[in-house]
């Protein structure tokens, strides 16, 4: 399931109030623990997040002895847990992160907490989903086999990389351009976890690796780090896409005179400048842009239009745009 479908999910079934929880399974930097606080701020709620392997015996409440003395209660930290009768929100998602790290032993407790929605007979808030995330033990990361019992209690969601939702959310959190250009050329790059490999590239790799690090260090040694991140091969054919684009000519040359700049031939130069484009275009510059796009081969306009329209949505209300949408020979409606 892609990221938006399942975040649009999370949100849908916390509204009808389904109490089952749902797991989500990926691969290692996919952006799993980003959904489930994706969705909970779009919807305004709580979100608190409890990483399973590291939490310890006390972390699930620790005994005391009852006001009647003939007996024992557990004091369960509302800090980590939304539980009746403390001052977390009354909705909320919490989000139990690599749960299938988590030994046996926790793996039984947090099974009764994702059934029966308590711990020690505390009681979650009934307003809070709960969502847990896990990396499958095929990638060697670490993850157990969930209890078979536990595997019974959530909805299991296999996580798919998507280049157009992870554009989206690139967009949104000032990811390079460089970088945006290169997945958007090379899709396939995005995420090929292996492994069998020392290092792999991941959306983690590329957005809190090259895209950080990027412009800072210096680009005689931007291979050494790049491939700390992403891995050699990936981080060789970045390297190689980072000259080109920096040798493009300027958004701005373009754009003095877009009727006469040449439009290169090859596909890894015309993905930099849709891209390039695509980040300096306004409502106020975009007929120069598109005289300039209109030159371009017809996928790479799409591609430029379809990057203009996630930075700027009000592009489509402009008379550039309906022209182009409808056609050559097409007749605009009044």
Known sequence: MKPSELKKSIAA???????????????PGGGKTEIAGQAAKELGIGYKVIHAPLLQPEDYGFPVIAKERNNVDFVVSSE??????????????????????????????????????????????????????????????????????????VTEIDLDISVDDWTEWALANNIKLEVIGFVRFRPALLSAFDPQQEKSPTPRGWCQGVS??????????????????????????????????????????????????????????????????????????????????????????????????RRNKDLQTTTEFIKWSCGPGKKLLT
């Open 80 to 153: 980590k847990f939304p539980i009746e009768g403390s001052d977390c929100p009354d909705e909320g998602i919490l989000l139990i992160d690599e749960l299938p790290q988590a030994d046996n032993s926790a793996q039984k407790i947090l099974a009764n907490l994702l059934q029966a929605r308590e711990i020690h007979g505390k009681k979650i808030k009934k307003g809070w989903t709960i969502v847990s995330t896990g990396n499958r033990t095929t990638d060697r990361a670490g993850a157990n086999q969930l209890l078979s019992h536990l595997k019974d209690r």
């Open 212 to 309: 950080a690090a990027l412009g800072v260090v210096d680009p005689s040694l931007e291979f050494e780090f790049f491939k700390g991140d992403v891995g050699e091969a990936a981080a060789a054919e970045f390297c190689g896409f980072l000259k080109i684009f920096r040798e493009l000519p300027s958004p701005d040359a373009i754009l003095i005179s877009p009727a006469t700049t040449a439009v290169p031939t090859g596909s890894s130069v015309l993905y930099a400048i849709a891209g390039a484009l695509a980040a300096r275009t306004t409502g106020d510059n975009f007929d120069r842009v598109m005289t300039y796009v209109s030159r371009m081969p017809k996928e790479f306009s799409v591609l430029f239009i379809r990057e203009a329209i």
């Open 13 to 27: 079934r916390h509204k009808a109030g389904i109490e089952r929880a749902i797991h989500i399974k990926g691969a």
